[in-house]
């Protein structure tokens, strides 16, 4: 069956900009993670989606980081005005309830370059 | 702070041979320990998964083990492969489902 899939799989922008990020998880998954990957390090966690609504959002570094999942399945991870530092690989996963010991399935990441 | 450090930082070994990569986790309340594999520009796969009550975890050529009084675990990768380079992330889950993830170690397995 069809993984996580995230789109765009590269976004190039400039300093200040707006970008969105597209996530879609596996169908009936209803837990939902975003994470930032920067080079050479490992994922650091952003914000968990248990169905609609943001569980979890203490990882967005700022108020320029803000997602969405309005229905429940797809989110969109949203960034005002860009800065350099937002350079990064951003994972997405998708795990069933959420449980302790549900694994969480990892989109291919979109790599954001800010200019 | 939790933070969950993985050693060595990069290792190479000729195919066939056997490795084991460490982690060690200062992480609380701790929930459970997961094991990743990540290739290069792809997302992270899951490995292995223990609890607090499990000490080992085998899937397939890879075994896991956990020691939660001393907050280590290792992955041991058996008559390694080619295809078996990639990072191998360390994972703590804490909390409500909050993750940790170490650094990686980068496997590189050579002919």
């Known amino acids: 069956g069809a993984g996580v899939s995230q789109t765009p799989s590269n976004k190039v922008t400039e300093k200040g900009k707006y970008v969105e990020l597209r996530c879609d998880p596996i169908?009936?998954?209803?837990?939902l993670y975003w994470y930032r990957q920067s080079l050479g390090q490992g994922p650091e966690f952003l914000i968990y989606?248990?169905?609609?609504?943001?569980?979890?959002d203490s990882g967005l570094p700022n108020d320029r980081f803000f997602a969405v999942r309005p229905e429940g399945s797809v989110s969109t991870l949203k960034i005002q005005r860009t800065e350099r530092g937002d350079s990064a690989v951003y994972l997405c996963?998708?795990?069933?309830?959420?449980?302790?010991?549900?694994?969480?399935?990892f989109g291919p990441g979109t790599r954001l370059t800010v200019l | 702070k939790n933070q969950v450090e993985q050693s060595p930082q990069s290792l190479i070994i000729l195919e066939g041979k056997n490795c084991t990569l460490q982690?060690?986790?200062?992480?609380?309340?701790?929930?459970?320990l997961r094991w990743y594999k990540q290739d290069t520009g792809r997302g992270p796969v899951s490995l292995t998964i223990?609890?607090?009550?499990?000490n080992t975890k085998s899937n397939r050529r890879y075994t896991a083990t956990l020691d939660a009084d001393t907050k280590q675990s290792s992955l041991h990768i058996t008559a390694s492969q080619l295809s078996d380079s990639a990072s191998y992330i360390c994972?703590?889950?804490?909390?409500?489902?909050?993750?940790?993830f170490g650094t990686g170690t980068r496997l590189t397995i050579i002919p």
């Open positions: 996963a998708s795990s069933l309830p959420g449980g302790p010991t549900d694994t969480q399935y």
């Open positions: 169908s009936g998954h209803t837990a």
């Open positions: 989606f248990q169905g609609t609504g943001a569980a979890d």
């Open positions: 982690c060690n986790y200062t992480v609380s309340p701790f929930s459970n």
């Open positions: 223990m609890t607090f009550s499990e």
């Open positions: 994972v703590v889950s804490w909390g409500n489902e909050k993750l940790t």
